[in-house]
């Protein structure tokens, strides 16, 4: 065996014994944006907001084993029919993620690395919140694993042609 074969050899042998990686490289805030449309006006209506929460997550492939995790998370607060409040926040990661077989780095990639995020992304929003001088505020905790399982299932729906009726979380 050739030097060169047997180091790739050992690389790949080191790898396999190695196990599933894991790390966070970075956390940090990628966007963030606050409004108060209706402001001062909604400050004078009583406080009985209707709260909607948009959650989003996408990746990109940097290199070898690393990624970066997006989680957009949007809340919008409406007071008899005014919007109160809008905050956005996209909370990022970068993370290596290494020796996963590719059903369990997407599960990684899509449950596991937005559950790291979110309260990064939830200390936030509280934060703006406070700032533009609304009642406290601090979003629930959200079941990443159960909206990713819920993910998989339409995908494998739509890949037999047939959708579930109603794939809508609330």
């Not at 909370?91 to 596991?112: R, V």
């Amino acid at each position: 065996m050739s030097d060169e074969n047997q180091n790739e050899a050992t690389e790949a042998t080191e790898e396999a014994q190695a196990g599933p990686q894991f790390a966070i490289q970075r956390v940090y805030t990628k966007d963030v944006s606050f409004e108060t449309p209706n402001s001062p006006a909604i400050f004078q209506a009583e406080w009985k907001p209707e709260i909607k929460l948009d959650l989003d997550t996408r990746s990109n492939k940097l290199g070898d084993n690393t990624f970066e995790v997006v989680l957009a998370v949007t809340v919008t607060a409406t007071v008899e029919g005014q919007t109160a409040f809008l905050a956005e926040v996209q909370q990022a990661g970068i993370f290596t993620i290494g020796n996963l077989p590719e059903a369990q780095l997407a599960h990684t990639i899509g449950a596991f690395c937005p559950t790291t995020l979110f309260p990064y992304a939830r200390e936030t929003i509280a934060s703006l919140v406070n700032r533009g001088s609304f009642p406290q505020f601090n979003l629930a905790p959200v079941n990443f694993e159960a909206l990713f399982a819920s993910y998989v299932q339409q995908r494998a729906a739509e890949a037999q042609g047939t959708v579930p009726e109603s794939t809508e979380t609330h």
